[in-house]
T-cell receptor
């Protein structure tokens, strides 16, 4: 089944403790992206990657890092999480048709 | 500045009626526009894509129109069912590597 898998689904962490949210796709898509979704603000793009080793900032990149060492994986790294990064995060990969999204990671930073 | 607007108020309709959702945008020249369905706590699911040179697209009970002069897309669900209740997002792609999503409109279909 074609899918985007992200883990974990839920995460509660403390301010400043580094964390990584993993994302993997099995569709051989070149383009992948991370979004955060907050009430009333919709989906906002954090980072995107056009291909292996090629990444670029989206609209809200501050406080986040990404890497794309393999085509299928696109992890999101929070080096020093802060409470304002509490949000629902989605990884997605894109074909000419449209985006396929993961199931989401609900992150709470206390 | 660039903006996408969807009606933030929820749309309540009776089962069997046609639901019409609106997506307006400013300061874009989108290459294509997409509509997604999102259920609570889940990722958006792709429904339809319409290109700038297309006026209308259909898929089963769904219909999308795209008016680049008005800078507007309408999304219709005919013969609506309670299972259609969800949030619907529109998204604009400018032909580059960025896609901008609207905040979505919540649809409730009452039996």
């Amino acid at each position: 089944e074609a899918q985007v898998t992200q883990n974990p689904r839920y995460l509660i962490t403390v301010t400043g403790k580094k964390l990584t949210v993993t994302c993997s796709q099995n569709m051989n898509h070149e383009y992948m992206s991370w979004y955060r979704q907050d009430p009333g603000l919709g989906l906002r793009q954090i980072y995107y990657s056009m291909n292996v080793e090629v990444t670029d900032k989206g609209d809200v990149p501050e406080g986040y890092k990404v890497s794309r060492k393999e085509k299928r994986n696109f992890p999101l790294i929070l080096e020093s999480p802060s409470p304002n990064q509490t949000s629902l995060y989605f990884c997605a990969s894109r074909s000419a048709r449209g985006y396929t999204f993961g199931s989401g990671t609900r992150l709470t930073v206390v | 500045s660039q903006k996408i607007e969807q009606n933030s108020e929820a749309l309540n309709i009776q089962e069997g009626k046609t639901a019409t959702l609106t997506c307006n945008y400013t300061n874009y020249s989108p290459a294509y526009l997409q509509w997604y369905r999102q259920d609570p706590g889940r990722g958006p699911v792709f429904l339809l894509l319409i290109r700038e040179n297309e006026k209308e697209k259909r898929k089963e009970r769904l219909k999308v129109t795209f008016d680049t002069t008005l800078k507007q897309s309408l999304f219709h669900i005919t013969a609506s069912q309670p299972a259609d209740s969800a949030t619907y997002l529109c998204a604009l792609a400018t032909g580059g590597f960025k896609t901008i999503f609207g905040a979505g409109t919540r649809l409730f279909v009452k039996a």
